[in-house]
């Protein structure tokens, strides 16, 4: 997300663009323009001294921005928000901030207390989802609020070239996403000729792909459902699937439901908080339903599984329900808003 607005920012007129790296392994592992500024700490974060590491980026950030003197600083991520917040405290610079999951996630008691007393001091606040910014403005979080998705990518359709009997999901492998539950529920449905194809990898060191390959060897469904793993091309799954499904409860916005309409799928998703109803338009683009019944989402997946006609009419709607998260719409709110152009 950051490194889509900064490639859309260095491109316009008269508009210097710095990327400040206070993560942990400060990489850049998305391609941005070389006429982006680059800054880091010259030290290496060690877990070991956290307090006293976190002390040093805190007063990198405080005197490198002090430095660049910018007209606005926009900063991503709750803890992330904290730190900055914290370092540019008592500054004139405008800061925005955003909150990149879901939007009540408990962030524990210091950082929960940090959020209430800092938040507010910030310029505005860019919440994902109309959900956010409920929660946003009923903890006073701040009063300057603006809703903008995520920027969605648009996925070059193949046509039906190619097409499978495939039901997909995508995603890390953690435990909010419940993708053991998708697999129970295709399992039930067992219709013959239909395929699940789960891609993403291990993350958060859980390494559920072991309790995954478990319970599909312990339920029989070795020959229909198949874990991917991690996957740098995920366009091809798109382009060879019918349907996307989607179980997880905790998101802030879920970007591969905005590429999976991109690419024509109907979806069916949990009706989590939040992301899934500012995207899915409930009987018309794909299938909200209530979060963890399983028998509606089972009933909404096996009836668009069999419903060939329902499956279309969903596709002629997918497309064009996700136009206004384009590339180019989303930077051009973000920049209004951080500039004060809106």
């Known amino acids: 997300m950051m490194s889509q607005l900064v490639n859309n920012f260095a491109a316009r007129d008269d508009v210097e663009v710095h990327l400040i790296l206070t993560g942990k392994k400060r990489e850049i592992v998305h391609e941005i323009p070389n006429v982006v500024f680059v800054h880091k700490p010259d030290f290496k974060f060690n877990n070991s ?3 006293i590491d976190t002390i040093r980026t805190i007063r990198f950030l405080r005197s490198r921005v002090t430095e660049l003197n910018p007209d606005a600083v926009l900063s991503f991520g709750e803890i992330w928000n904290n ?3 914290i370092a540019l405290y008592g ?16 962030l524990g008691r210091i950082h929960n207390f940090l959020r209430h007393k800092l938040y507010p001091n910030a310029a505005g606040y860019i919440a994902q989802t109309k959900e956010a910014k409920k929660v946003c403005l009923i903890n006073k979080w701040n009063d300057n609020v603006q809703v903008i998705g995520n920027p969605i990518r648009q996925i070059a359709s193949n046509g039906h070239m190619g097409k499978e009997n495939i039901v997909l999901t995508v995603g890390r492998l953690i435990k909010t ?18 395929k699940l194809v789960i891609v993403g990898g291990d993350a958060k060191q859980m390494k559920l792909s072991n309790d995954l390959e478990n319970l599909i060897r312990d339920i029989g469904v070795e020959n229909s459902v198949f874990l991917e793993g991690m996957q740098k091309d995920i366009d091809r799954y798109y382009n060879k699937s019918k349907i996307f499904a989607f179980c997880s409860s905790s998101e802030g916005f879920p970007n591969v439901i905005g590429e999976a309409l991109s690419a024509g799928l109907p979806v069916v998703a949990y009706d989590c908080i939040a992301g899934p109803s500012d995207m899915i338009k409930d009987g018309k683009n794909g299938s909200l339903v209530p979060l963890f019944n399983q028998e509606d989402f089972k009933s909404r997946l096996e009836e668009l599984m069999n419903n060939q006609q329902r499956r279309k009419r969903f596709q002629q709607h997918a497309k064009e329900s996700i136009r206004k998260y384009s590339e ?10 951080i500039t004060d152009k809106s």
């Open 91 to 106: 500054c004139d610079f405008p800061v925005y901030i955003s909150d990149r999951s879901q939007p009540d996630k408990d």
């Open 83 to 85: 730190l900055v917040l």
């Open 328 to 337: 180019t719409k989303i930077s051009d709110k973000f920049y209004s808003f």
């Open 49 to 51: 001294r956290r307090t």
């Open 177 to 194: 996403k419940n993708v053991d539950q998708l697999v129970r529920i295709f399992a039930e449905i067992d219709n013959p000729g239909w």
